[in-house]
């Protein structure tokens, strides 16, 4: 009886060790914060073609805007 309890003996702690070596993979977060520095420049125009009673009437009332 003890020659078949030796191959489960065996098994048992082949897999005991080599549940040991698996990878371990950690993600860890920065301790300074991150910082991104954008330096942006927007231009634009704007172009508005208007009719002439329209143009006239902005002239006449000026106070609208």
Same mark, same amino acid.
């Given at each position: 009886m003890k020659n #078949?309890?030796? &191959? $489960?003996?065996?098994a048992v702690l082949g897999a005991s060790l080599l549940s040991?070596?698996?990878p371990r993979i950690e993600? #860890? %977060?920065p301790k300074d &914060?991150? %910082?991104i520095n954008?330096?942006? *420049?927007i231009e634009h125009e704007i172009h508005i *073609?208007?009719?002439k009673d329209v143009e006239? $009437?902005?002239k006449d009332q000026s106070g609208l805007f």
């Open positions: #078949a309890t030796m &191959p $489960l003996l065996v040991g070596c698996v993600v #860890a %977060t &914060p991150i %910082t954008m330096n942006v *420049k *073609k208007v009719d006239n $009437l902005l």
